[in-house]
């Protein structure tokens, strides 16, 4: 697993790369349409690393339920036991279900490339910047999330990759 994430995050850095370079290089002869390729390049990477980390989450999701159904199925675990692998998967999925509800609050309101992830002492935001003003999207996407939870004493870390 660790083998393929360093594998797709340096083709991905690769990729970026290349694409800042040629979006930067003078654009001697190039057309619309190549200069429109190379952006659609360029969005097709953010969106991949966006959509991986959304899938290993829902991977480490379905392995924790698993695991703990294992204890559940099991007739060597003790009555505390499986009810202690009962509350793990129901606050799991609860935590699980927060952040993807919370992402799609944020995506709702008109980012594209969101990811959210809840952290023991914070909640870690990974977006993609609509505008150059990062100190207002900054505010904007922390003013939305606690907003939607009801809650202002959260510490929220905000990421523009």
């Known amino acids: 697993m660790n083998r393929q994430f360093v594998a797709f995050l340096s083709l991905f850095s690769l990729v970026l790369v290349l694409s800042v370079y040629y979006v930067i290089m003078p654009t001697k002869g190039k057309t619309n349409a190549e200069e429109n390729l190379v952006s659609l390049e360029i969005q097709d990477a953010v969106n991949s690393n966006y959509e991986m980390l959304s899938l290993e989450r829902d991977k480490a999701y379905k392995e924790y339920v698993a695991s703990q159904n294992v204890?559940?199925?099991?007739?060597?675990?003790?009555?505390?036991?499986?009810?202690?692998?009962?509350?793990?998967?129901?606050?799991?999925?609860?935590?699980?279900?927060?952040?993807?509800?919370?992402?799609?609050?944020?995506?709702?309101?008109?980012?594209?490339?969101?990811?959210?992830?809840?952290?023991?002492?914070?909640?870690?935001?990974?977006?993609?910047?609509?505008?150059?003003?990062?100190?207002?999207?900054?505010?904007?996407?922390?003013?939305?999330?606690?907003?939607y939870l009801d809650d202002t004493s959260n510490n929220i870390c905000v990421n523009f990759l």
């Open 71 to 147: 204890i559940l199925a099991s007739s060597s675990y003790s009555g505390e036991e499986k009810a202690v692998a009962l509350q793990n998967i129901a606050q799991y999925t609860k935590q699980y279900e927060l952040e993807k509800n919370t992402e799609m609050t944020i995506k709702n309101s008109g980012y594209q490339n969101v990811y959210v992830e809840f952290l023991e002492d914070y909640i870690n935001i990974k977006a993609t910047a609509i505008t150059s003003d990062y100190l207002k999207e900054v505010a904007n996407i922390i003013y939305i999330v606690q907003d």
